[in-house]
Structures are given as C-alpha cells and as structure tokens.
C-alpha cells in the first residue's frame, strides 16, 4: 500500500504528543510536518524530479504561480527541518514544533 501525504503529517501530530514528547521525537515531528507539506505540494504541481534541487525547484513554482504563501511556508519549514535534523546542539522545543506542524496544515489547505 503507497503512503499518503496526509499519514505523513498525522505521524508529525503523534510524534509531537501533545507537546509531551522528548527533543528527539520532536526533532522527527519536524522533519515530517516539513515532507508531508513538501511532498504534497510537488506532488500538486505535477513535479517528478527527485534531485537534490528538487526543493528548490519546487518553491520556485510555487513564486512563479503567485502562490507565494506556500512557497514562503515551504521555506521557512525547510530551514526549520534542517535545524531539526542536523544542528543537534540547537533545541527543538514544543512550541516550534506545534508551529510546523501548523504550517504544513495550512500549506495543505492552501493546495486545497
């Protein structure tokens, strides 16, 4: 069975608890919220490739198509998952965490 989009931000909300999980769970609430709002907007725009640009690529789409609200949320969510998943001296609190998780909701209305 193929992985939806939306089963990839409901990960995010369960890692997240609440804001009762630990940093390390948190960190991969994260880093989820950011590829489930990344894959379901590359996905709707209908773009295959698969290259490390490919989230650059997608953004730029999303500018060109005056869709600048997600593409502004794709970044700053791409800056905060990178944050997550490789600045391990850096913390990852709930707060900002809930906030991810928020802004991949809001990316996924936004497609709707």
Do not use: W
Not at 9 to 24: C, I, N, S, T
Not at 29 to 48: C, H, K, N, P
């Amino acid at each position: 069975m193929a992985c939806e989009c939306g089963e990839i931000l409901e990960l995010a909300r369960r890692l997240y608890d609440g804001g009762k999980a630990p940093e390390v769970d948190r960190r991969s609430s994260v880093s989820r919220a950011y590829y489930a709002a990344f894959l379901r907007a590359r996905d709707q725009a209908g773009i295959s490739d698969t290259t490390k640009d490919v989230h650059r690529v997608v953004q730029e789409f999303y500018f060109q198509a005056n869709k600048v609200a997600i593409a502004n949320r794709l970044n700053s969510m791409r800056r905060a998952r990178n944050k997550a998943d490789y600045k391990l001296n850096d913390a990852v609190d709930g707060k900002s965490t809930s906030t991810q998780i928020k802004e991949a909701e809001a990316v996924f209305s936004d497609l709707e």
